[in-house]
């Protein structure tokens, strides 16, 4: 994360601290709902059983990001964590002192930077494109030479990322729910439905259809790709075709 040349760093630990928070919250419910358990009917015992289990996921959702976030801190790659309101130009601001932004959030990769910018003031969205930051820290996603999301984006990156983001919007103790393309906007349809990663693509995965329009090929030792546009990979690593 960038610390000192912009508010990227500021914004990482008002993320971090938020997520301290919640989990202190919830380790709090978890221990009111225990305690009542101990004189519950069975079946009441149950449903605080689906509660905790709930809200134990939710947890670790919160407790990954702190992670997550920490872990790109540590990183060599440089991360900048970007809010869309907070620049001139990119929202309309109405007379009642709302800000619309004017693009959609979205993390890229911008002058060897990994820019996560996110268009609403919530922490949810900042959430999601943290945890898009993370997928390159890890692997499991890539950029176009354009800086925009690469041959690894996957549906499975989005579901991951919106899960993290639901994590905030729900209800303490409700279900996580594994979002499917179905439940996601249309912009998502077309990614593809396998798990890509930088991993992927040193395994056998031969004749891996991306969605977005053209295919990956794998030599016979299954190591090189073909048709590739130029890429970004974790490291910067450049790989031309
Ligand atoms: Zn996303």
Redesign the pocket.
Known sequence: MVRGADTSQQKADAAKDEAKGKIMEIDGIIAQEEANRKNASARSAQKIDEKVKNLKEQRGEFSNMINEIETMEKSKQVYSLVSLLDQPGNYTLYGDGNKLASQPG??YYRDGKVVMEYRFGNSAARA??L??GFQFETGQISFNVDGSPGLLHDLN??VA??RREDAFTLRYGKPLINRTTSKMTSYYSNLPKIDLSVKTLTESVKGAYFGNGYQIRYDDEGKSFQDAKDEFFKGQVFMRQ
Do not use: C, F
């Open positions: 979205g993390t999601h494109e945890k898009h990156d989005e990322a919106y």
